[in-house]
């Protein structure tokens, strides 16, 4: 590895290195994997798994129903890696070490991003249960993966975020919601930090603000993409109603029971999506 590339991007170099000894092919689509829906790699021809800790320069995922592991393997044609289990900046993690496997994803090969998330439906008229597809999205969290990143002028510093979700890719999901027979919701995604759930006053900003679901995860992932030039679609699973909408408590459990649950329609999704582009 040279070492006159910046830090990071040398740290990206050498967890690709470790990882390409074990591949065959390179991949083409890269899938993150939400709360509670790791059981979207039951669809992929597996080739080779390798855990976080075994990877350079990665960090442990923590959060329940994220295992922590890159799979690799063949899904409808494709070539593709799934993140089972994604970094949270709530664990402690900076934005520059949540978006570093989708970094290490890109170094390998990837030119197209699928992204899942389980998240809270501040639309009030939708239900539990159901899947958006994710227009566009509202950075709350105070913090941006581009940040002081090191990275080399290849990556782009600056990049325009107006049609971070691919439209073709967006069209191409809606197809494939029309032909498995699952209605798709269309809006746009709130990211907060975390870990706390949000306030009921909070939900009622965020609605004001034109936000359709919330949760803690995605947007870094999808600036860090944007950044690499990758295609990007996304979709959440809507897996409560956020604070305020019903009088029930908002527990992590019931997140991952939903999930878990009905992640096999969100499965149908993915699969035709796949295999169709």
């Known amino acids: 590895m040279n070492p006159k590339l910046p830090p990071l991007q040398r740290q990206i170099g050498e967890a690709a290195a470790c990882i390409a000894l074990h591949l065959k092919a390179k991949p083409e689509i890269a899938l993150i994997l939400g709360s509670g829906l790791g059981e979207l790699v039951n669809s992929i021809d597996i080739s080779y798994v390798v855990k976080y800790a075994e990877i350079p320069h990665f960090q442990a995922s923590g959060a329940p129903g994220h295992l922590?592991?890159?799979?690799?393997?063949?899904?409808?044609?494709?070539?593709?890696?799934?993140?089972?289990?994604?970094?949270?900046?709530?664990?402690?993690?900076?934005?520059?070490?949540?978006?570093?496997?989708?970094?290490?994803?890109?170094?390998?090969?990837?030119?197209?991003?699928?992204?899942?998330?389980?998240?809270?439906?501040?639309?009030?008229?939708?239900?539990?249960?159901?899947?958006?597809?994710?227009?566009?999205?509202?950075?709350?969290?105070?913090?941006?993966?581009?940040?002081?990143?090191?990275?080399?002028?290849?990556?782009?510093?600056?990049?325009?975020?107006?049609?971070?979700?691919?439209?073709?890719?967006?069209?191409?999901?809606?197809?494939?919601?029309?032909k498995t027979g699952i209605m798709l919701r269309e809006g746009v995604y709130l990211g907060l930090r975390g870990p706390s759930f949000e306030t009921p006053a909070e939900i009622r900003a965020f609605r004001v603000w034109g936000a359709d679901a919330v949760g803690m995860s995605t947007v870094h992932e999808v600036i860090a993409a944007a950044s690499c030039g990758m295609r990007i679609v996304g979709f959440s699973l809507l897996t409560n109603m956020a604070a305020g909408i019903e009088s029930k408590p908002i527990t992590g459990e019931h997140v991952l029971e939903v999930s878990s649950s009905v992640g096999s329609k969100l499965a149908a999704i993915v699969d035709y999506l796949v295999e169709s582009m």
């Open 68 to 178: 922590g592991q890159l799979v690799f393997g063949t899904l409808l044609g494709k070539q593709v890696v799934a993140m089972q289990g994604r970094l949270h900046g709530y664990e402690g993690n900076t934005p520059q070490q949540v978006v570093f496997p989708l970094r290490v994803m890109h170094a390998l090969g990837a030119k197209t991003l699928i992204t899942t998330n389980a998240a809270g439906a501040i639309n009030a008229n939708w239900q539990v249960g159901d899947i958006m597809l994710i227009t566009d999205h509202i950075n709350f969290t105070g913090e941006n993966p581009l940040t002081f990143s090191q990275l080399e002028t290849a990556y782009d510093p600056c990049p325009d975020m107006s049609f971070a979700y691919t439209p073709a890719l967006r069209e191409l999901a809606k197809t494939a919601a029309e």
